[in-house]
């Protein structure tokens, strides 16, 4: 069993890349894969610490895009959609372009932090600082979402319209989502901006594979699994025209059914099929290393198969 979707501290996890290993050998996990948010500075800790545990490594990354050849419907808004893009055995040189552009884009964030701050002052939410949000997220590299929800909760709980320690929706969708009430865009690259520069500055020890995470949360929004069913074929042809390798269609996010429905799709289409449990630790209870919600467990020949493709 293995599992290709993880978050440490290094994003938005609460763990760290050496208690998501050690978690893995818990698990009985053959390989596992820290896939943290736009950010590979968790490679050298993960590496040495799978090593120590005799567990295989999947060197990964999530990239946060814009997919502007697509537009889905989010709490009745139309816009392009924000595409979630897994990229296994990405290159981890610096100087390579890839971390380049990486680079830019945690620029980027931190700007949107320091202004998303202010805006929240402004509506009363005073008693965060930016030292808590960095002490929150153990450095300013790491800051997102998870950290402000959680200052929020607990400095101001009277006005986070009911959300918990262990229930921070609420505050995505009423206040600093992408639908909420104060949230701030920050300059997200295009899908096939970042699929370019991977295939035009190959590394070597063969190509990274590039995956489409969780497509349905992004893709179809609020849409009816009849026109999930009718459309998702023809978009997954379409990514592999563009040059993805890859679908996440094991993930608990959609009960078996869909996900049986996915898998084959994705089969059907000739695009590689991977998995994971999309692990962050406390800020997900409910969401384990090894496997996700709805019982979604990721076999061994997943691994095979994308190996085999590089």
């Known amino acids: 069993m293995i599992d290709l979707h993880t978050h440490s501290t290094h994003s938005d996890g609460t763990c760290t890349p050496t208690e998501v290993a050690e978690l893995a050998r818990r698990a009985g996990l053959r390989a596992v894969s820290l896939t943290d948010h736009d950010t590979t500075s968790s490679a050298a800790e993960m590496e040495a610490a799978c090593a120590e545990r005799g567990i295989e490594w999947v060197p990964g990354i999530e990239l946060s895009l814009v997919d502007t050849e697509n537009v889905t419907d989010r709490r009745g808004v139309i816009g392009d959609v924000h595409a979630h893009v897994l990229v296994y055995w990405p290159p981890l040189d610096p100087a390579h372009p890839f971390q380049v552009r990486l680079e830019e884009i945690r620029a980027g964030r931190k700007q949107r932090n320091i202004n998303l701050l202010e805006v929240l002052h402004g509506a009363g939410f005073t008693s965060i600082t930016f030292e808590d949000l960095v002490e929150e997220a153990k450095g300013t590299d790491n800051i997102g979402k998870p950290h402000f929800a959680k200052l929020m909760v607990e ?9 918990t320690h262990d229930y921070y929706q609420p505050i995505y969708d009423d206040f600093i989502g992408d639908q909420g009430l104060y949230y701030i865009a920050r300059e ?62 094991y993930y608990g996010g959609f009960e078996e059914d869909m996900r049986r429905f996915v898998i084959q799709t994705t089969k059907d289409t000739g695009l590689l099929v991977t998995g994971g449990s999309d692990f962050h630790g406390a800020v997900k209870p409910g969401v384990k290393i ?21």
């Open 290 to 310: 090894a496997h996700g919600a709805h019982g979604v467990r990721v076999p061994d020949e997943v691994l095979d198969a994308m190996k085999a493709a590089r």
């Open 155 to 163: 400095r101001h709980p009277d006005l986070v319209h009911g959300a």
């Open 188 to 249: 997200t690259p295009p899908l096939d901006e970042m699929i370019a520069l991977l295939r035009e500055h190959p590394v070597e020890g063969g190509r990274p594979l590039i995956v489409i995470a969780h497509p349905l949360r992004n893709y179809f929004g609020e849409a009816s699994q009849e026109h999930i069913e009718r459309h998702l074929g023809a978009l997954f042809a379409r990514f592999k025209d563009r040059g993805v390798d890859g679908i996440e269609g």
